[in-house]
């Protein structure tokens, strides 16, 4: 048998390597100087004057950009269950509930058109996902939360880079853009997050709980002309500071961030144009002119093909090719299920994208020949 072909891998180089080494002979391991340059180049990235604070991972970011923009126990935040579990159980942490609101046919996004009748009295915010890199409806969804004063906080653990209607994710009006550097994502620091705002309340909140609730993060401790012994406690905070050694990782990869997405692009554009006579439904793209970070490429299974979406997987894995599923929905996982009574088909569009979707292997790691083979195995399965 052929060498495995994993679903994901990281793409780190020589320059992500002396990056880190730099890191290592400064002396600085924990949140330090490159800490504070990876935020300044994800600001000036991202640009339209917003500032960026690292956190350790998009999880702990999306906890404190909620618990920033003032989310309290018993408030409900609107959601999709079309995500990882980590956009919803950070409501949890502040006790407060999502409330799971359907996703359109297509896009796998968030239907703006089904949020506003799960708006309430108790509603205080929306978390949109832009699922695999497809930016969701922003004008839709912000006009939803101006008219009924609710905060938004983006899910952008795919989006970066990820345009609609030619601006970046990260510059529209929400109170909070959240990004991940989880492995397997478009860029990678192993585990790291990003807040993105340009809300000075929220990013000065975020600043302080992300380290101990103190009123000053440990590098400004160090270099300020206060006693460098003294910091106040305004909050019972989080220890959720990225470190010197991820950050190092951080500034390398977002350099590369736009030759990544290229690289995604093309490779999707390959897949799109050999599975077009199959029978599946190819990923939605990105209107005309607009940017798709494609993190992930999933295939749906149509109703005519020969195996079931699981039994393919196997037979992608008997052919030493790694698949994987984004996502379970939420609503039919235990907790979500058990804890809200939810049903399979009160998210029809969910479950019925769920049980026919495969992410297959796109990664700027993979080889012509790792394509190509990715390729033939779906054919000889499907075709
Ligand atoms: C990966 C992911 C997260 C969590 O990111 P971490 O950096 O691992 O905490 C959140 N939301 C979505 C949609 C994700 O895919």
Not at 88 to 94: G, K, M, T
Not at 98 to 122: G, H, M, Y
Not at 200 to 216: A, F, N, P, T, Y
Not at 348 to 361: G, K
Request: aromatic share 10%; glycine share 6%; proline share 5%.
């Amino acid at each position: 048998m052929n060498d495995f072909l994993p679903f994901a891998l990281p793409d780190i180089g020589e320059e992500e390597i002396a990056e880190v080494m730099d890191s290592l002979r400064s002396g600085w391991l924990t949140t330090g100087p490159k800490a504070k340059r990876f935020e300044q180049d994800f600001a000036a990235f991202v640009g339209d004057g917003v500032e960026a604070i690292a956190v350790n991972s998009a999880t702990a970011g999306l906890h404190i950009a909620l618990e920033a923009a003032g989310i309290k126990e018993s408030d409900e935040v609107i959601t999709t269950p079309y995500t990882f579990t980590a956009t919803a159980e950070v409501v949890r942490y502040l006790n407060a509930h999502p409330v799971f609101v359907d996703i359109e046919p297509d896009t796998f996004n968030i239907d703006p058109a089904k949020i506003e009748s799960a708006i309430t009295s108790r509603t205080k915010a929306i978390i949109p996902v832009h699922f695999a890199g497809l930016a969701c409806d922003m004008d839709r969804v912000i006009k939803i939360a101006q008219k009924h004063g609710l905060k938004v906080v983006e899910d952008a653990a795919h989006a970066l880079p990820t345009t609609y209607k030619g601006k970046l994710i990260g510059t529209f009006d929400s109170d909070a853009t959240v990004y991940s550097f989880y492995v397997t994502k478009t860029i990678a620091t192993g585990e790291g997050g990003m807040v993105v705002t340009r809300n000075k309340k929220v990013s000065e909140r975020c600043r302080v709980m992300r380290l101990h609730g103190i009123d000053r993060d440990v590098f400004n401790r160090y270099s300020s002309k206060k006693p460098s012994w003294h910091y106040e406690i305004i909050a019972p905070g989080f220890k959720y500071n990225m470190t010197d050694i991820a950050a190092s990782l951080g500034i390398q990869q977002l350099k590369k961030a736009r030759a990544f997405q290229k690289r995604r692009s093309e490779m999707s554009a390959y897949y799109d144009s050999v599975f077009g006579d199959l029978p599946v439904v190819l990923p939605p793209k990105a209107p005309e002119g607009d940017i798709h970070a494609w993190h992930l490429y999933v295939l749906r299974l149509s109703d005519k093909a020969p195996v079931s979406r699981d039994r393919f997987i196997e037979m992608m894995a008997e052919k030493g090719i790694g698949c994987s599923v984004h996502f379970i929905p939420l609503h039919i996982q235990p907790y979500w299920r058990d804890t809200y009574n939810l049903k399979p088909q009160d998210f029809p569009n969910a479950l019925h994208l769920f049980e026919r979707a495969v992410s297959l292997p796109l990664y700027t790691k993979m080889s012509e020949k790792d394509l190509k083979r990715v390729v033939e195995a779906v054919r000889n399965i499907l075709g």
